[in-house]
Structure formats: structure tokens, C-alpha cells
């Protein structure tokens, strides 16, 4: 399906052209990933896991100092801020060009790594739940992932479920961009208050978001949907994730949020190779 909206974001000036579909890689600077592989704490850890993101490909860096698994416990607005900076202070030290993300829910925590390293883009699961985010983002001019976190009624009909994501997406988009927010990604928000039957029937008609007109964000990577279906652990679904990215893909997929670098990067490949003959 051909997309209504221009592929490109803005990153201060920089256009990053997203007609080949862009991997961003997840460094957790936090010690309670669901995904235990992915954990990095110390400076030695961070540094390998920044230099092997960037030798495999990785388009956009993604760094965040608050694990989102089920039943987490959040971190103190200091304790977030410090992971975080450790992160991006390494990342900024490595290249000072590879885009960087900052998945935080917090207006402090975003400004902060907007002023200090140049944060390119703030990845919000909560869905602008702090009152002074969007605020900042328009102030500060950065790109912003706004992420569908949970329904706003309890009970949603199976076959009603991507209507009501994309519904309520519009309505924030609308606020969003009345705050004067420029450049936004949408996130569906897989594993965020929703079943797995519900991961799967938004998956399934992925290409309808397409016709809200921003870049579409992906993050299924080593998700419970995937573990809880093939009845397997986070370290054992490689193969179900690149399987469902792949789905992503073809269904209009702009960005995928993943853990393994280079093999998303060969998906994608393999993926706007076929696209090129059709």
C-alpha cells in the first residue's frame, strides 16, 4: 500500500528518509529488562552493546533507564536520570551522529537529555501521561513516539480492537499537534494493556494505521505475545520475533524497536529487495 504520509523525520534539520524501513536498536540501561540479555548496567557493557548496535547497522539508538515489564517497579525520577545519562553520555561518546532516542514518560528526564546530548526523539510508552510533556517537546522541537498504552473503555470487542487504537491515537495526535508538535511517530502499543489475541487482531490489519499519516513505530521484539504462543522464554524467540517483523513490515512498518540488531537488519533487506520488483 502506498503511504499518504512523506517518510521522512526531521531531527534538527537532518532529514532521515524512511523509504527502506529503519531498525532502532534498545539499549536498557536498567536490571530488570523482561528480556534479561538485553540488561546492561556497566560502562564496559554499555560500550559493547553500543559499538556491536553500530558495526550491525542500527539506524536509531534507543536508551531507557525504567524497565516497562509487567508488575515493574519504577524508579525514582534521580535514579532514572542517572541510568539514562550513563547511556546516552557513552552513546554521544561513540557518535555524535547516530540518532538518539530516550523511552521515558517523564518531562524532566526528557529535558534533560534533549539539552545535555542532544536527544533526537523521546519515546513515550505512557501516552503523554505527564502533563508538562508535550509542552516540552514543542518547546524543544524534538521528534516524539506516541504510543497507545491502554484503551479508555474496559471492554473492547475483539473485532473493534485496531479501530479503537487508531481512534484514540487520532484524538492525542490532535492535541498534540494543537501544543505545536511538529514531527510524530505513532506506536500501537503492542504488549501495553492488551491481551494476546488483541497483539494479534491489531498485527493483522497493522496496514489501517497507515491513514493516520505519521511514520509507524514497532515494538514486538522478544514480546509476550510471541513467548506466550509458542509457549517459550524471552531468550528463545528470536525466531517469532523476525517472523512477526517481518508481517510488520509488509504491512507498512516505518521503524522496528528491536534487541537484535543484525538480524533485523537483514530483514529488512531481504525485505526492499522484494519490495523493489513489485
Known sequence: MAKPHPLTLNFKGYL?????????????????????????????????????????????????????????????????????????????????????????????????????????IINDISGGEDPEMWDLIAEKNVAYVLTHNKFEKEENKLGEVTADVIREISYKLNEIYRKGVKDVIIDPGFGFGKTTEENFCILSELENFSYIGRPLLIGISRKSMITKTLGINAEESLIGTVALETVALIKGADILRVHDVKETKEIVKLYSRLKDQV
Open 16 to 120: 532521515m528518509n524512511l523509504d527502506i524501513p529503519k531498525v532502532m536498536g534498545i539499549l536498557n540501561v536498567t536490571p530488570d529488562s523482561f528480556y534479561s540479555l538485553s540488561r546492561v548496567e556497566t560502562a564496559k557493557t554499555i560500550e559493547d552493546k553500543v559499538k556491536r548496535m553500530i558495526d550491525e547497522g542500527v539506524d536509531i539508538i534507543d536508551v531507557g533507564g525504567c524497565s516497562t515489564r509487567p508488575g515493574f517497579v519504577e524508579p525514582s525520577e534521580e535514579e532514572e536520570i542517572d541510568r539514562v545519562k550513563r547511556g546516552c553520555e557513552i552513546v554521544r561518546t561513540i557518535s555524535e551522529d547516530v540518532p538518539l532516542s530516550v523511552d521515558t514518560f517523564r518531562a524532566n528526564v526528557a529535558s534533560k537529555v534533549i539539552d545535555e546530548f542532544s536527544a533526537d
